[in-house]
């Protein structure tokens, strides 16, 4: 079965600061990889995906993913962090066997603190 | 081009009672799948489904059930609900097989 691991609970980082939140899956073949963000009681924005190809995918507000096959990464990052990044961000594996539609398996999700 | 609605936004039920969730994806988009997140088991897939079929369930009991109409508008339905089900229900639509997912921005489900 999938799983997906985000070992950083709870991040927190200045303004301006540069950022990088970790992302570990498990999969048997190559998996499709998704980064969304959540503000509070919102839903969840969509800021990057990867299915193959490049492994360095740039996605919305700045932000940039790797994939790396050997370590089983995806890792996000940003250069530099705005007040207004601060949010939970989750990473997503979803099924590339073709029996799925739409079907994610979530990490437990990041909150970022971004401090002035 | 309008993203995915869900409807209510907030309710509040009663244990016992049953509900019914509403999902209007993005125009084009034929699969609709569900999620369940809450504070300590995070976000967990419900069901999915495509051309008004389901095609994949999570670990959910039975009372949890869904549907899909042919204009790909999905509902969810639970029955006999417990406190341990409120939480955020969202709804994702995508293109079919292979495409990204959007959510939409919630169902906050409250039983008392």
């Known amino acids: 079965a999938q799983s997906v691991t985000q070992p950083d609970i709870h991040i927190t980082v200045s303004e301006g600061a540069s950022l990088e939140l970790r992302c570990n899956y498990s999969?048997?073949?190559?998996?499709?990889l998704f980064w969304y963000v959540q503000s509070p009681g919102q839903g969840l924005q969509l800021l990057l995906k990867?299915?193959?190809?490049?492994?360095l995918v740039q996605g919305i507000k700045g932000f940039e993913a790797e994939f790396k096959r050997s370590q089983s990464s995806f890792n996000l990052r940003k250069p530099s962090v705005h007040w207004s990044d601060a949010a939970e961000y989750f990473c997503?594996?979803?099924?590339?066997?073709?029996?799925?539609?739409?079907?994610?398996?979530f990490g437990q999700g990041t909150i970022l603190t971004v401090h002035p | 081009k309008a993203g995915v609605t869900q409807t209510p936004r907030y309710l509040i039920k009663t244990r016992g009672q049953q509900v019914t969730l509403s999902c209007s994806p993005i125009?084009?988009?034929?699969?609709v799948s569900w999620y369940q997140q809450t504070p300590g088991q995070g976000l967990q897939f419900l069901f999915e489904?495509?051309?008004?079929?389901?095609?994949n369930k999570g670990n959910f009991p039975g009372r949890f059930s869904g549907r899909q109409f042919s204009n790909s508008r999905s509902e969810m339905n639970v029955s006999t609900l417990e406190l341990g089900d409120s939480a955020l229900y969202l709804c994702?639509?995508?293109?079919?097989?292979?495409?990204?997912?959007?959510f939409g921005q919630g169902t906050r489900l409250t039983v008392v």
């Open positions: 994702a639509s995508s293109r079919g097989m292979n495409t990204e997912a959007f």
């Open positions: 999969y048997g073949a190559t998996p499709y």
């Open positions: 990867y299915f193959s190809g490049d492994t």
């Open positions: 997503a594996v979803g099924d590339a066997g073709g029996t799925s539609y739409g079907k994610l398996t």
């Open positions: 125009s084009g988009h034929r699969s």
């Open positions: 489904y495509f051309s008004e079929t389901q095609r």
